[in-house]
């Protein structure tokens, strides 16, 4: 928790007090300490790399976040709970018009839009 709180922003500082970490963890009689170390150093870029800040935009304001991969598993999350639950669509625009409908706040019925149009094309173009 305090490594946390210490070092949210500053990966530098991070990379430094995680090296600093494994050397102290290494160095100890336990066996599960030693293991912990080596877990650290097998996912130390990872760790590092979670704390860059960025801006994020939400509730209308612009704020600081650190990374993170949440919102695009969530997204994934979504996907394969509807194919679950849509019990294998045979059409892949009903899919995903059902998608869109599902995940937006104020869902274009039909899933086109000026914005997103859908293109058709002859068998013979591919």
């Keep these: 928790m305090l490594f946390n709180s ?4 500053n990966p530098i500082a991070a990379r430094t007090e995680i090296d ?6 290494k160095k100890s009689s336990y066996e ?12 130390k870029d990872p760790i590092i ?9 939400g509730n209308g304001k612009i704020y600081d976040s650190r990374l993170s ?4 598993e969530s997204i ?5 709970d509807l194919k679950r ?6 059409n892949f625009e009903h899919f995903r018009n059902r998608f869109l409908y599902a995940t937006r706040s104020a869902p ?4 086109v839009s000026d914005y997103n149009p859908v293109s058709y094309f002859e068998e013979d173009e591919f």
Excluded: H, Q, T, W
């Design 108 to 111: 274009v019925l039909n899933g």
């Design 85 to 90: 639950l849509g019990r294998g669509f045979r």
């Design 69 to 72: 991969n949440g919102p695009i």
């Design 20 to 25: 600093e970490l494994i050397d102290i963890y």
């Design 49 to 57: 790399n979670s704390f860059i800040m960025v801006e994020k935009i």
């Design 76 to 80: 994934n999350r979504k996907v394969k």
């Design 32 to 43: 599960m300490f030693r293991d912990f170390a080596s877990l650290l150093e097998k996912y």
């Design 6 to 9: 210490r070092n949210g922003g």
